[in-house]
């Protein structure tokens, strides 16, 4: 493996096995064989040869083109075995449900996995409950519960607990939902997301007001301006991050599986949203790796790119059976729709070394064709392994339950694509983070307490091979960050490197946009916004993200108060 030292450092902090004493047991590629070995058993599930997609997954692996999410890495092989990210549960309005789903979460920490919950089937505050004769205190405060439970939760001693907590804009106790987080102390344990619906969108759209539902007893319970619940939004969005917004009705229209149910939630960072009692295995193509020398300059390998998103489909399929399941609704869910989820990483990697710039219109393109790529041969991969395995077992009534799928053997998998953020995934494979910009170009990056040093790899190689490298420019672009205003620096380079900073917000939505548009689930992406945005910069993103048919959308203005969970790693 072409591990750097950072990658090293993360992998010795986090994922290789230890034993009692807490001495590293295993090498980065006995790590790797632990995975492949574990994953391929499932082989023997169908009449496979275990021994021979052992290699292909491991080879597939140490080359960096592909790697799974976080949990798969760290469980794979272990008596827990818990190997999926991104889970959905259930919040009914019942001391019971609120607390059997907060055990079940308590579980789905400890191994690793991030928990999603929508909060709306909750009576609001004050409402009335007739079992005791007294009133109820609302969802936000549920939450607060969930919250201090997942900060006493040690995840399998790898990582803190990930949450993501929904509310309906249709809830009475919203405002309070939209304000929670504006108090620094609140919640540092989720991050949060208002599901809007079209008809409040249009509501907003048309200067009207819309109608609050007791979900006890679907009651009209009052109305409010569509305009002034978006301003408390964006307020809060501006300060602090958080709310998030998720397009519930735009996430249903694509549900593959309406007859099992509709989805209210997704997991903490917004790219997976799954039924209650759902889970998905995710793992990502680095696509800094799918390239090759081209006659004038690099270009992608796409012969290579087809082969591993196809090996990655079959390795997650796989991922499904080899997983040791915390709860068993959830494996009940789970092998019964087989969602899986493709992403990229490396994606402002591959693009300077194409020489494209990330917010340029022929970046947009590109991105289109490369999604629609992986998406169709992920597609393909997942109906040839029906053809050897069988459909998913929820197929009939599914969205793909239509005679040219059904004659052709049907489909393994509900899902097959999703774009993760990939955080600590990136930092082992040496290249950037899912579909994100550059954050800078050299900078100094805490990761469990220990502070990585980061300078981007190609800008080193472009400024040696051109004659600019110097150790007081390198010290220069680590104070600042960007390139810009570095007269030693040529403009061709600057605008190549460009950060997270320097591209103004609708340039984000439009890279998300373009992905969304051939990924089964949704995206993840961070709207970076600069320290000095002002509010109507946050409302023209979200008026934005909802025009241009994203999922969901999260805005991020520098140095905005923030609880501890930005990103989870998946």
């Known amino acids: 493996m072409e591990l750097s030292e950072n990658a090293l450092t993360v992998l010795r902090a986090r994922y290789l096995l230890r034993d009692e004493q807490g001495n590293i047991i295993e090498t980065p590629e006995e790590m790797l064989h632990r995975v492949a070995r574990t994953i391929a058993s499932s082989e023997r599930i169908y009449g496979g ?33 818990q190997l999926a990210a991104c889970f959905v549960l259930p919040v009914d309005d019942s001391m019971r449900s609120i607390f059997d789903s907060l055990r079940n979460a308590a579980l789905i920490l400890q191994s690793g996995g991030g928990t999603g919950f929508s909060f709306s089937r909750l009576r609001p505050r004050s409402d009335i409950v007739k079992s005791t004769g007294g009133v109820a205190s609302g969802p936000v405060s549920f939450m607060r519960i969930y919250n201090t439970a997942t900060e006493v939760i040690k ?11 929904i509310l309906r804009i249709d809830h009475p106790d919203i405002l309070e939902f939209i304000r929670i987080k504006r108090r620094e102390e609140e919640l540092l344990n989720f991050n949060i997301s208002i599901a809007v619906t079209d008809a409040f969108m249009e509501a907003l759209k048309n200067g009207a007001e819309y109608d609050l539902l007791n979900p006890r007893s679907g009651r009209i319970t009052g109305r409010l301006r569509a305009r002034d619940v978006f301003n408390e939004i964006v307020e809060s969005a501006w300060a602090t991050g958080d709310p998030g917004l998720i397009f519930i009705d735009r996430i249903n229209r ?12 997704t997991n903490p960072c917004g790219e997976q949203p799954l039924l209650p009692f759902e889970a998905c295995i995710l793992g990502s193509v680095n ?26 489909v079959r390795f997650l399929d796989d991922a499904i059976d080899a997983n040791k399941y ?10 019964g729709n087989r969602k899986i989820g493709l992403g990229v990483m490396g994606w402002a990697d591959m693009l300077i070394r194409l020489g494209i710039r990330y917010n340029s219109p022929g970046a947009l393109t590109l991105a289109r064709e490369v999604m629609r790529f992986i998406r169709d041969n992920a597609r393909d991969a997942s109906t040839g392994l ?45 290249c950037s983070s899912g579909i994100e910009p550059l954050f800078a170009v050299a900078y100094k990056r805490l990761v469990l307490d220990t502070e990585l040093d980061e300078i981007h790899p190609y800008f080193l190689e472009v400024a040696k091979q051109r004659g600019f490298y110097s150790d007081e420019l390198i ?26 900073h320097e591209i103004p917000p609708e340039d984000h939505i439009e890279v998300q946009a373009a992905f969304q548009e051939f990924t089964d689930n949704a995206v993840s992406k961070t709207i970076n916004l600069k320290h000095r945005a002002a509010r109507d910069d946050v409302a023209r993103a979200f008026l934005l993200a909802y025009e241009k048919g994203c999922k969901g959308v999260t805005v991020f203005r520098y140095g905005s108060k923030r609880g501890t969970l930005v990103k989870f790693e998946s």
């Open 49 to 81: 040869a275990p021994g021979k997609w052992e290699a292909e997954f491991f080879d597939m692996m140490n080359r960096l083109l592909f790697l799974p999410n976080t949990p798969t890495l760290i469980n794979a092989g272990k008596d827990s075995g």
């Open 155 to 165: 995840q399998g001693g790898a990582r803190r607990g990930a949450n993501m907590g």
């Open 254 to 265: 694509d549900n593959p599986t309406p007859h099992i149910g509709e989805i209210e939630s």
């Open 287 to 312: 696509l800094s790796r799918i390239l090759k020398p081209g006659t004038r300059t690099m270009e992608i390998d796409w012969d290579l790119l087809a082969r591993i998103v196809r090996l990655s």
């Open 326 to 335: 915390p709860v068993p609704e959830i494996e009940k869910m789970h092998k």
């Open 386 to 430: 029906a053809r050897q395995r069988g459909a998913f077992p929820n197929f009939r009534g599914s969205v793909y339950d239509i005679p040219e799928i059904s004659l052709k053997g049907g489909i393994r998998n509900a899902t097959t694509t999703t774009i993760a953020p990939t955080g600590t995934l990136s930092l082992i494979a040496g």
């Open 475 to 500: 010290e220069k672009i680590r104070a600042r960050g960007t390139l810009r205003g570095l007269r030693e620096i040529p403009p061709d380079v600057k605008r190549l490197f460009v950060t997270a």
